[in-house]
């Protein structure tokens, strides 16, 4: 007790500043104290077991990457003569390449092999070799012995009298006498049609995904909208939103505007839809042709 006392004493016999830096230096080892027994070292070895591990594969990584940047993109079967600008470039063709199909093109001419493609188009040797594979022409080109009419088709092409059809009449082996109309976008044509009931122009052909501008020239050879007898029309000024949304031109948001504009300014007129917030202007003779007002 008395050893106690004299250790207290000798304490306080120091100064302020040698008080302040013997208690720094308990806290010091008190903290010292405690990362050692609550750090987890076994989590740093763990990580460094991980980060010697992620450099062990960084050369496989690196291989990934590399794969990454050379990857082309799947190719699917394609019909040649219907190649665009932006198709003929992801295909690797020039410039030049792609004005000499389209200007043979213009001439209502078509390729029927990959070796009328290359002398068209002078395309080289090795890209020939890599596209050619996906080449798809109609199936008379494919088995000319079992479509002779279709082959004879192209040769009389400018000297045959050309009867116009009714495109709202015509069915699906009609539309398919047509080069380059398939059987899908043959389905497209007739399932757009019977979307309205019937077509009431030809520029509804722009609306059938898959047709291309030269196919339109091609369909508008042929057909013609020359009745209308299944036409479903809409009365605007009576319609709720939910069936003007249903209107294959229209969507709910412009629906929408168009019961808002009946309720504000009365029964619309055919020259108050140019008015409507959303209205798509350039559609409007075609649009006026399934309404009622």
Request: no cysteine.
């Given at each position: 007790?008395v050893?106690?006392?004299?250790?207290?004493?000798?304490?306080?016999?120091?100064?302020k500043?040698?008080?302040?830096?013997?208690?720094l230096?308990?806290?010091?080892?008190?903290?010292?104290?405690?990362?050692y027994?609550?750090?987890?070292f076994?989590a740093?070895e763990t990580?460094?077991?991980?980060?010697?591990?992620?450099?062990?594969?960084?050369?496989?990584?690196?291989?990934?990457?590399?794969?990454?940047?050379?990857?082309?993109?799947?190719?699917?079967p394609?019909?040649?003569?219907?190649?665009?600008?932006?198709?003929?470039?992801?295909?690797?063709?020039?410039?030049?390449?792609?004005?000499?199909?389209?200007?043979?093109?213009?001439q209502?001419?078509?390729?029927?092999s990959?070796?009328?493609?290359?002398?068209?188009t002078?395309?080289?040797?090795s890209?020939?070799?890599?596209?050619?594979?996906?080449f798809?022409?109609?199936?008379?080109?494919n088995?000319?012995?079992?479509?002779?009419?279709?082959?004879?088709?192209?040769?009389y092409?400018?000297?045959e009298?050309?009867?116009?059809?009714?495109?709202?009449?015509?069915?699906?082996?009609?539309?398919m006498?047509?080069?380059?109309?398939?059987?899908?976008?043959?389905?497209?044509?007739?399932?757009?049609?019977?979307?309205?009931?019937?077509?009431?122009?030809?520029?509804?052909m722009?609306?059938v995904?898959?047709?291309?501008?030269?196919?339109i020239?091609e369909?508008?050879?042929?057909?013609?909208v020359?009745?209308?007898?299944n036409?479903?029309?809409?009365?605007?000024?009576?319609?709720?939103?939910?069936?003007?949304?249903?209107?294959?031109?229209?969507k709910?948001p412009?629906a929408?505007?168009?019961?808002?504009?009946?309720?504000?300014n009365g029964?619309?007129?055919?020259?108050?839809?140019?008015?409507?917030?959303?209205?798509?202007v350039?559609?409007?003779?075609?649009?006026?042709?399934?309404?009622?007002?």
């Amino acid at each position: 007790m008395v050893q106690g006392n004299s250790i207290l004493k000798s304490i306080l016999s120091y100064s302020k500043s040698q008080r302040i830096g013997i208690i720094l230096l308990f806290v010091v080892i008190v903290v010292f104290q405690g990362f050692y027994l609550f750090a987890d070292f076994e989590a740093m070895e763990t990580n460094d077991k991980e980060q010697a591990n992620w450099l062990a594969n960084q050369s496989l990584i690196d291989s990934l990457k590399l794969q990454s940047k050379n990857y082309k993109p799947k190719i699917y079967p394609f019909n040649p003569n219907f190649i665009t600008d932006f198709k003929g470039y992801k295909l690797g063709m020039s410039v030049a390449e792609i004005d000499r199909l389209l200007a043979y093109r213009k001439q209502n001419k078509f390729v029927n092999s990959a070796a009328e493609f290359q002398a068209v188009t002078q395309i080289s040797d090795s890209l020939l070799e890599e596209i050619s594979p996906y080449f798809k022409f109609p199936d008379w080109v494919n088995h000319k012995k079992e479509y002779p009419s279709a082959l004879a088709k192209t040769a009389y092409r400018k000297s045959e009298k050309i009867t116009i059809k009714d495109i709202n009449q015509a069915t699906k082996e009609d539309l398919m006498r047509v080069y380059g109309i398939g059987d899908k976008i043959s389905d497209r044509i007739l399932e757009q049609k019977k979307k309205f009931g019937a077509f009431v122009s030809m520029e509804q052909m722009n609306d059938v995904w898959g047709l291309s501008p030269e196919l339109i020239k091609e369909l508008n050879q042929y057909f013609a909208v020359q009745s209308t007898p299944n036409i479903k029309k809409i009365n605007i000024n009576q319609a709720s939103v939910k069936d003007l949304a249903q209107f294959p031109f229209f969507k709910y948001p412009l629906a929408k505007e168009i019961v808002i504009y009946r309720s504000m300014n009365g029964d619309i007129k055919i020259e108050d839809l140019s008015k409507i917030k959303g209205f798509p202007v350039d559609k409007i003779k075609i649009i006026a042709l399934y309404l009622e007002f």
